[in-house]
T-cell receptor
Framework: DTEVTQTPKHLVMGMTNKKSLKCEQH?????MYWYKQKAKKPPELMFV???????INESVPSRFSPECPNSSLLNLHLHALQPEDSALYLC??????FGTGVTSYEQYFGPGTRLTVT | TQLLEQSPQFLSIQEGENLTVYCNSS?????LQWYRQEPGEGPVLLVT???GGEVKKLKRLTFQFGDARKDSSLHITAAQPGDTGLYLC???????????????WGLGTSLAVNP
């Protein structure tokens, strides 16, 4: 099973709202990722969690707050977003981040959450 | 800064034609992955190439990793409308510090196969 699930599928929120995106995987992967993607562009890395600890923050604004409650779950808390934050938010997982095995860089993506900020 | 140059950016072809997409870099990658993405969905991993000179086939898709592990190509034979999508290459750099390892992404090739 190489499934990563994300909820919700679509989200519309105002600039003063607080919302959360959720991601779950049951592949036993120990690295999880948040990406932001604009139309017809490659995914842009936002955060990486490795063994439930934040290992990479790509200078993401503080209005995005990640959380990894356990090895299977990843959340992204949103607060006071701007219209330019509208995008497809993708969650991914991999065996681990450090490449101890050749397959460990293979990232498996969820279907994404289409976020619109009004 | 590492870059993966992917070409062409856009490609519109007729059903039955062949095509090749290229990913090139001046850096060496420990492995390189190809993904296909349909609108509104997440990227789906197609293949990982690891060894210089490696060739992998997935039905009508042929993937090649350059001998020096700096470039890769994806060739599609007899394209079908179902091949339409965004094709992305992503390289894993083993040369950086462990804590900073991440995939380096190409800009993508948007392929449209017309019936």
């Amino acid at each position: 099973d190489t499934e990563v699930t994300q909820t919700p599928k679509h989200l519309v929120m105002g600039m003063t709202n607080k919302k959360s995106l959720k991601c779950e995987q049951h592949m036993g992967h120990r690295a999880m990722y948040w990406y932001k993607q604009k139309a017809k562009k490659p995914p842009e890395l936002m955060f990486v969690y490795s063994y439930e600890k934040l290992s990479i923050n790509e200078s993401v604004p503080s209005r995005f707050s990640p959380e990894c409650p356990n090895s299977s779950l990843l959340n992204l808390h949103l607060h006071a977003l701007q219209p330019e934050d509208s995008a497809l938010y993708l969650c991914a997982s991999s065996q681990d981040q450090f490449g101890t095995g050749v397959t460990s860089y293979e990232q498996y993506f969820g279907p994404g959450t289409r976020l619109t900020v009004t | 800064t590492q870059l993966l140059e992917q070409s062409p950016q856009f490609l519109s072809i007729q059903e039955g034609e062949n095509l090749t997409v290229y990913c090139n870099s001046s850096s060496v990658f420990s492995s390189l992955q190809w993904y296909r993405q349909e609108p509104g969905e997440g990227p789906v991993l197609l293949v990982t190439v690891v060894t210089g000179g490696e060739v992998k086939k997935l039905k009508r898709l042929t993937f090649q990793f350059g001998d020096a592990r700096k470039d890769s190509s994806l060739h599609i034979t007899a394209a079908q409308p179902g091949d339409t999508g965004l094709y992305l290459c992503a390289g894993a750099d083993a040369g950086t510090e462990k804590d900073n390892r991440k995939l380096i992404w190409g800009l993508g090739t948007s392929l449209a196969v017309n019936p």
